[in-house]
């Protein structure tokens, strides 16, 4: 069964940097047919899209909140997506999920319909 598996949260002072990564060693050679993203869902918050990478990675998108400050790459080799993060702010205390789509990206991939397999998130915590 295919799986994404996320790893690398941990608790960082502000304005560090941090970089997640999203394993999909199951995915094998189909990983390049899965577009991919990562989700953050804060205490009492909804889940929101933050980055998401199309299937070689030629499209990227971002929300506009994090964009200057969020960049996702992948490995399709690895079967892995990374997102670095700098400048880190309190804000970005959440916990950050990976997906993954076997469709193109959407205008509407922050809101996650998109994504079909989904991991179960690694812990960011952001201290001023």
Do not use: H
Request: charged share 20%.
């Amino acid at each position: 069964q295919r799986q994404v598996v996320e790893s690398g949260g941990d608790s960082v002072q502000a304005g560090g940097s941090l970089r997640l990564t999203c394993s999909a060693p199951q995915f094998d050679f189909a990983f390049a047919n899965y577009c991919m993203g990562w989700f953050l869902q804060a205490p009492r918050n909804e889940r929101e899209g933050v980055a998401s990478i199309s299937f070689l990675g030629g499209t990227i998108f971002y929300a506009d909140s994090v964009k200057d400050r969020y960049t996702i790459t992948r490995d399709n080799e690895l079967r892995t997506v990374y997102l670095q993060i700098d400048n880190m702010k309190p804000e970005d205390t959440a916990k950050y999920y990976c997906a993954a789509s076997n469709g193109p990206l959407t205008s509407g991939w922050e809101d996650g319909a998109d994504f079909k397999y989904w991991g179960q998130g690694t812990q960011v915590t952001v201290s001023s």
